[in-house]
């Protein structure tokens, strides 16, 4: 029985069918099944900017099927818009309110099955994680990349890249006009970012993971593809519901390994690390994400290569062949049984897909010739980070996969942005920025203005910078994000002072602080926690139920 038939069907459910028509649907309509569309529309994201008209499409693909769409709006942050103020705080407790806000609406108006349009960094696996939380039949459909901009610094602009001309102005490497002129030339158009940061990462993955159609996540936004797909995920989502497959069905252990595998493939976002430990937690799994990402990296090569890695963006990807040649050649190394949204299994989907563009070979490599023989995400452990850290060597030159540096530590963001722009931050130096985590922060922000105007000094190949915060996608650089545990929990980032020698070793995957466990020992005594910088509101409940990086970020209840 459809969920919808239990307010729907019978005298006695009058209340609902009337409530439904006085919004203009027929009886007609309330005899079908009930599809929910949760939009994250808004014009305060570039990468939703433009799926007013792919919901259009999606409600046409719904009710040619058979079915009844009922749209509804999600929010979503922009996390370039966050970027470098107290709004940071917000973006990843974000992903926690677009869950929650997806389940409620599903539950409140008992939708027989979803779509979840949403492009960007916490949006993609807020959706994700409701689908799993729900078990109703559901599909992703995000609204694609955007197109480059103008040529800067050897590649095609982006927002990123002002940000790293801020640091080249500032080092006298620019002059102020060239520097303005990219405000109107960076980004041409809408979409996700260009480059493959956190939004795209996760559009890519739940391709892998089968919660998009095949090309679902990288079709440009402004082609005409990306309107097809829209109308093809509004017919597939009434099979999805005809023949009962849940997200559950779709979100198994396998579909996590083939994601972690793509990831570690394309080297995305460090950020994944989290999400698809949060969605394997909604669906409840029995599979720890961080130790299977720390296992496959050994043996998952890296067949792809985009920005922030090499000048190659999104839509290279995309005309590359995409997800769907990425996931072909490291088919041997997958778990091709998989279920998808298709309908169909992983195998079924690689063979029969069909390609739009003849392959390039700029982007997706074959396992005989890849970029590397590692995957392009590693899991760091060591005396300043006991539980877990986690870097992104596939972004990064291999000059840098071992770095030994002096301390120079800063307890926000802000504080070490201020440094560096002021030149304080010199060659040698390892950027210390901590209680930035999930409490400590709260919100786990972005360490991307910090490694951008360390990119835009001439800094990048001879410092290192280390945070229980979080990276952007685009960064590169030789980072280390989600120490565990935070500085706010009493973690040994918090114990660390300038001047003290820290050892990145990325080949034996090591990270240390270079003191003796009996100093570190004195320093605990005189450590004091900090009062939480917010006491009330949605972030003063977040920073008290928030868990650590290692544990996806999410809200545990249990700490009430």
């Known amino acids: 029985m459809l969920r919808s038939t239990h307010i729907l069907e019978g005298l006695h459910n009058q209340y609902y069918r009337a409530t439904y028509k006085s919004m203009g649907f027929s009886t007609e309509d309330l005899k079908r099944p009930l599809i929910g569309i949760a939009n994250a529309w808004s014009e305060c994201v570039p990468g939703h900017y433009n799926l007013r008209q792919v919901a259009q499409r999606v409600k046409d693909g719904v009710y040619r099927a058979g079915g009844t769409p009922v749209e509804f709006g999600v929010i979503g942050g922009c ?43 916490k949006i993609v696996p807020g959706m994700l994680m409701a689908a799993a939380r729900l078990d109703i039949p559901c599909i992703v459909l995000p609204g694609g990349p955007m197109e480059g901009g103008v040529m800067f610094d050897g590649r095609q602009s982006d927002q990123t890249s002002s940000t790293e001309a801020y640091g080249m102005l500032s080092a006298g490497k620019i002059t102020e006009a060239e520097y303005v002129a990219l405000e109107d030339t960076a980004c041409p158009g809408c979409g996700s970012c260009s480059y493959l940061g956190t939004a795209n990462t996760m559009c890519a993955l739940s391709e892998a993971l089968g919660m998009t159609l095949p090309d679902g996540g990288t079709a440009p936004a402004a082609s005409a593809a990306r309107l097809v797909q829209g109308q093809d995920t509004g017919v597939k989502i009434m099979e999805l519901v005809e023949k009962q497959i849940t997200a559950r069905k779709i979100l198994t252990n396998a579909a996590i390994r083939n994601a972690i595998k793509t990831c570690l493939a394309m080297s995305g976002s460090t950020n994944a690390v989290m999400h698809l430990t949060a969605i394997a937690h909604e669906a409840e799994l029995d599979i720890h994400v961080l130790n299977e990402f720390d296992a496959l990296s050994a043996s998952t090569p890296q067949l792809a290569k985009m920005n922030p890695s090499c000048q190659y963006n999104i839509i290279d990807f995309y005309l590359d062949g995409g997800v769907p040649r990425l996931m072909e050649h490291l088919q041997s190394l997958l778990e091709t049984d998989a279920m998808t949204v298709t309908a169909h299994t992983l195998a079924e989907n690689i063979s029969s897909h069909k390609y739009r563009y003849p392959a390039t070979g700029l982007v997706n490599h074959t396992p005989d010739n890849p970029f590397g023989y590692t995957g392009g995400i590693a899991v760091l452990r060591g005396t300043l980070a006991p539980n877990t850290g986690i870097t992104k060597p596939g972004a990064f030159d291999k000059s840098l996969h071992y770095f030994k540096g002096e301390a120079i530590c ?151």
């Open 79 to 121: 996390d370039g818009m966050g970027q470098g103020h107290d709004g940071m705080h917000f973006i990843m407790p974000s992903r926690e309110l677009i869950a929650n806000s997806i389940e409620s609406m599903a539950q409140i108006n008992l939708f027989d099955g979803l779509v979840l349009l949403g492009s960007c960094d």
């Open 410 to 560: 800063f307890d926000s963001e802000e504080a070490a942005e201020e440094a560096i722009l002021a030149g304080k931050v010199r060659d040698g130096h390892v950027v210390v920025i901590r209680y930035e985590g999930p409490k400590g922060g709260p919100g786990m922000r972005e360490m991307y203005k910090a490694m951008k105007y360390l990119y835009g000094r001439g800094l990048t190949k001879s410092t290192a910078l280390i945070t229980d915060g979080r990276f952007s996608g685009t960064n590169n650089g030789c980072f280390v994000g989600h120490i565990s545990p935070e500085a706010a929990e009493g973690g040994p980032i918090a114990l660390v002072r300038d001047g003290d020698l820290i050892e990145i070793d990325v080949n034996n995957k090591k990270l240390d602080v270079l003191v003796s466990p009996e100093e570190l020992s004195e320093r605990r005594k005189a450590w004091k926690r900090p009062e939480p910088k917010f006491k009330k509101g949605w972030l003063g409940l977040y920073c008290k139920l928030a868990s650590s990086g290692a544990e996806g970020g999410i809200m545990k209840f249990d700490h009430l």
